[in-house]
């Protein structure tokens, strides 16, 4: 549209009413005048939107919420969660008490090297006494704030936080979660909030029972589809998985495995799609002497970077032959005749490193999968050689 109208003469322009209830923009501009988004912390917290958080039960949403908090609050970066500034923080959560939230924040703090004196004013605790629920339809359809919201909005506001965590996003209703139209109206209500008060709210919903662990899947979360339309940051947590350990090299039984976890984009609208930022669960001893866990940044280990030395000895291991006296077998796995010992006793372990080298061997090497018969069974299988080494009744591709 142009804005104007002609007149009956057909040839001045004239303005066109503007709607009371649209914005409406037909003019030019100049890109460096344009705002930047107001990022709280880039790819995680925007300020007028809502970041939804998607994870099992006990699987550490509320610990890392807690410690984007107290990042928030300190201005210091806690993995990946970068505050562009510092702001005051208010946690509402449903299912911790005031003791409970004391002791969560006591273990994260303690990777910031800091104490409580240092977030006093500024992570500002709250919880219902009773029933959590912030938005309800009535029985002739409608949908209203309760008073435990309007309590919420005026604790936001008086202390002029920036960020709201809410947790869980179950206990926040009164509405059947599965229905769209109704979870829709919920959601809007809190980012109604969020635009009124400038401030960004993440939100801590659950998986779907029995969903598959699928990382950077919105679908695993619980309820309607309307949840992954409403928020404009949506991030899955979810536990380490066999694959994961093995890739790292890693030990792939679930105890070991479950003191990782790792977050990955679900849903970025203003935000590129990353890979996933991993976490160590870590257990502190308080004061008290109790001990609490707390989702602390981790870095899965490098790939080893194989050396002229390590290819050449690798090269003479395949030419020997396995010492079964039949070619290695290229299986990354531990049966047989399979090439995986071989490489982590050269120091490659995990997927990502033993693929890259016999990458490297074949390339520089020309190691090449080929066909054999087993000396014994007289069996057609795959073995690596280099030429024609190691010696073996090797087949003709074709």
Not at 198 to 214: E, S
Request: proline share 7%; with cysteine.
């Amino acid at each position: 549209m142009d804005g104007s109208n002609r007149n009956a003469a057909g040839d001045t322009p004239t303005m066109s009413p503007q709607p009371a209830d649209l914005w409406v923009d037909d003019q030019d501009w100049i890109e460096g005048d344009i705002p930047r988004r107001p990022w709280i912390a880039p790819g995680y917290a925007l300020r007028k939107a809502l970041t939804v958080i998607v994870g099992p039960p006990g699987g550490m949403k509320s610990s890392l919420s807690l410690a984007w908090a107290v990042s928030l609050a300190l201005g210091k970066p806690h993995g990946r969660f970068d505050p562009q500034t510092t702001a005051p923080v208010v946690i509402y959560n449903v299912e911790d008490d005031e003791n409970e939230q004391r002791r969560r924040l006591s273990a994260v703090l303690r990777q910031f090297d800091a104490m409580p004196a240092d977030i006093k004013g500024r992570v500002i605790r709250t919880g219902p006494k009773k029933v959590g629920t912030l938005v309800v339809r009535t029985d002739d359809g409608i949908v209203a704030e309760t008073t435990a919201f309007a309590n919420l909005k005026r604790i936001v506001t008086e202390n002029k936080a920036r960020l709201v965590i809410i947790d869980p996003l179950v206990e926040l209703h009164n509405v059947d979660e599965n229905d769209n139209t109704a979870i829709r109206a919920v959601l809007a209500e809190l980012r109604a909030f969020a635009v009124a008060e400038d401030v960004a709210i993440i939100v801590m919903h659950h998986t779907r029972k029995g969903a598959a662990a699928n990382a950077g899947d919105p679908e695993i979360g619980r309820g309607a589809s309307a949840i992954i339309g409403a928020a404009r940051v949506i991030l899955t947590l979810g536990p380490m998985t066999e694959d994961d350990a093995k890739a790292f090299g890693l030990p792939t039984d679930r105890k070991a495995r479950s003191n990782y976890v790792r977050l990955d984009d679900g849903k970025a609208n203003y935000s590129g799609v990353d890979d996933a930022a991993w976490f160590e669960k870590i257990l502190y001893t308080l004061d008290n002497g109790e001990t609490v866990p707390a989702a602390v940044p981790w870095q899965p280990p490098s790939a080893k970077m194989a050396s002229l030395e390590d290819l050449a000895a690798l090269a003479r291991a395949i030419e020997n032959g396995h010492p079964s006296g039949e070619p290695w077998s290229p299986k990354l796995s531990g049966e047989g005749r399979a090439i995986r010992p071989l490489l982590e006793e050269h120091g490659f372990v995990g997927a990502a490193a033993q693929k890259a080298v016999m990458a490297k061997l074949a390339a520089d090497y020309s190691v090449v999968e080929a066909k054999f018969k087993t000396r014994v069974s007289r069996n057609k299988v795959i073995g690596l050689r280099i030429g024609c080494k190691p010696d073996a009744e090797w087949l003709n591709d074709a």
